[in-house]
């Protein structure tokens, strides 16, 4: 496959913590819209886990698509697909070396978080965990939410703020009611007034969650 068909093929992939194979838990953690893989990490730091693995994978231009997470599904191809693609290959790799899903969680804010519930949507099966700080599955208004599988109890964590200028309280809402629909424990938490960020509940409920995987 050629760059401009798989744009994020070969970029790299960051580490924080243990090795895989050592940790109790591998977190994958998906950087938002301009930022970085190093941000990411920063963010992994908060959670205190010194036994758990980070990867974090770098975005071509550090961006994983160009247009809006509402957008036209077609309008953000081929970048939509690498980067779903990305997370694929970080979970077969994890898996091949020992990690079976269900100690492998996955976690993204803003862009990233809307990456990584489609990615659970798309591939459902037991995760350690599931976090979405600020985003939604993605596609306009109306997509068929057609997902098959089950997401067999895995713990998904949704929050957002109800005035996110960038994640409608809506897609939160339907993305919630989506998965709770694929069998996955969701705790969805709406916070007013917050706007586009993380706040200390969100680290504590996400530190809380890796900390009760096993």
Request: hydrophobic residues 45%; glycine residues 8%.
């Amino acid at each position: 496959m050629t760059a401009a068909a798989d744009p994020h093929a070969g970029k790299p992939v960051l580490h924080l913590g243990p090795r895989p194979v050592e940790a109790r838990l591998s977190v994958i953690a998906i950087h938002g819209r301009g930022a970085s893989a190093e941000d990411i990490l920063g963010l992994a730091r908060e959670f205190a886990t010194v036994d758990v693995a980070y990867l974090a994978p770098q975005a071509a231009s550090s961006s994983w698509y160009p247009f809006s997470f509402l957008a036209p599904i077609p309008q953000n191809e081929p970048w939509l697909t690498s980067a779903l693609g990305i997370i694929s290959t970080l979970v077969q790799t994890l898996n091949a070396q020992g990690l079976p899903s269900d100690r492998v969680a996955i976690l993204g804010f803003s862009q990233g978080a809307c990456l990584t519930l489609e990615f659970a949507a798309r591939n459902p099966r037991r995760y350690a965990a599931v976090i979405g700080l600020s985003g939604g599955l993605i596609g306009p208004p109306g997509t068929p939410r057609t997902y098959e599988g089950s997401l067999e109890g895995t713990p998904v964590f949704l929050g957002c703020s109800d005035v996110d200028a960038h994640i409608p309280v809506d897609r939160v809402r339907e993305s919630a009611a989506v998965l709770r629909t694929m069998k996955a424990s969701v705790d969805e938490r709406i916070y007013r007034g917050m706007g586009h960020t993380v706040n200390s509940e969100e680290v504590e409920v996400v530190k809380a969650l890796l900390r009760a995987s096993r």
